[in-house]
T-cell receptor, first 110, second 115 residues
């Protein structure tokens, strides 16, 4: 079977840094995605990793270790608008669908 | 192009009725996906089209669900004889062919409530 694990909820302070972890066990691997989803809205694309290492995009960075089945999303200089759910998703080799984690609800406090 | 468009945004229906949702993908994207999402969960794959061909359908999708993409452009998802368990957000996404480095673009979704 396919399994993706993320913490259910995290809390952080405005202006701080937070790291959201994702571990996966899947039958194949052809890339890992991070999406942001505000309540009641559709997911929006944040990042994509297919090779090991760190990808940086402004305040957001994403890291991948394929040998460990592990990724994290790093958010810097947190803003109140970053309060949302963050979803980790894996694309399998033989399919074009994404397998999704349940998401991590991030709460930002002033 | 204004992105992926879905309508209606909200649908309330009585149990046993049929409903149909529409998705208009980004025009140059030839891949189209339907997902279903319930509260506190990630999206669940339903089906996938490349152009007009339906290439994959989830085993979780009962025969009450059917999807079409007749001309390789817009797509419809129909649910027949709706049940309360069908209440969810139905998301459509599209992507171009090739490496998915830019990810999938989602529409705003259709929220279905079956009463």
């Amino acid at each position: 079977g396919q399994n993706i694990d993320q913490p259910t909820e995290m809390t952080a302070t405005e202006g701080a840094i937070v790291q959201i972890n994702c571990t996966y066990q899947t039958s194949g691997f052809n890339g890992l995605f991070w999406y942001q989803q505000h309540a009641g809205e559709a997911p929006t694309f944040l990042s994509y990793n297919v090779l090991d290492g760190l990808e940086e995009k402004g305040r957001f960075s994403s890291f991948l270790s394929r040998s460990k089945g592990y990724s994290y999303l790093l958010l810097k200089e947190l803003q109140m608008k970053d309060s949302a759910s963050y979803l980790c998703a894996v694309r399998l080799d033989s399919n074009y669908q994404l397998i999704w984690g349940a998401g991590t609800k991030l709460i930002i406090k002033p | 192009d204004t992105g992926v468009s879905q309508n209606p945004r909200h649908k309330i229906t009585k149990r046993g009725q049929n409903v149909t949702f529409r998705c208009d993908p980004i025009s140059e994207h030839n891949r189209l996906y339907w997902y279903r999402q319930t509260l506190g969960q990630g999206p669940e794959f339903l089906t996938y089209f490349q152009n007009e061909a339906q290439l994959e359908k989830s085993r979780l999708l009962s025969d009450r669900f059917s999807a079409e993409r007749p001309k390789g452009s817009f797509s419809t998802l129909e649910i027949q004889r709706t049940e309360q368990g069908d209440s969810a957000m139905y998301l459509c996404a599209s992507s171009p062919t090739g490496p998915a480095g830019d990810g999938y673009t989602f529409g705003s979704g259709t929220r279905l409530t079956v009463v």
